[in-house]
């Protein structure tokens, strides 16, 4: 994934609606988020660089650690022209580091990508946008700073109630 072309000032978005997007998973299927996520909850990863796969990875192995029940899906979100000239190219690099049996559950988005970026903003990109939906697309739990315990703690209260 390519930087971030615009700048958008990060924001908390907790209590918000997710806004309706379009995206593509590595199994080319189209997903309409959030309308296609019917589970009482999701939790949505979201990247806008390439180097926010390392904190999306902290988030998967503490998820995974603490057997979280959560439906999880990786959002790489990208902005621009250029790397929408460049989708295959990149959707295809995932494809050799990701294995197969999470293709479906990464959605790359990339038409819409500025939406989603401002919507929460892309100061410090590499941190994942950790992002709790109901099946409403209602944002229960918001998150930018980095994978933390505390922050892991806290999405599994708000999971818990």
Known sequence: MTGCS??????????????????????????????????EFTLLLVGYKQDSQFDIDRWLIGLDM??????????????GMFPRMFSTVIDN?????????????????????ELIQSFTGNEKPNN???ILIN??????YFYDEGFSVDALNSLRDELSQ
């Open 66 to 79: 603490t057997e979280t029940k959560v439906g999880v899906y990786e959002i790489p979100t990208i902005q």
């Open 6 to 39: 615009s700048q958008f000032s990060n924001k908390n978005v907790t209590g918000q609606q997710f806004p309706d997007v379009v995206g593509q998973s590595l199994e080319k299927e189209e997903v309409s988020i959030p309308n296609d996520f019917q589970d």
């Open 93 to 113: 690099g995932m494809r050799k580091g990701i294995p197969k049996a999470l293709w479906r559950n990464v959605i790359t988005v990339y038409k819409q990508g």
């Open 128 to 130: 994942a946008r950790v």
């Open 135 to 140: 099946k409403k697309g209602t944002i229960l």
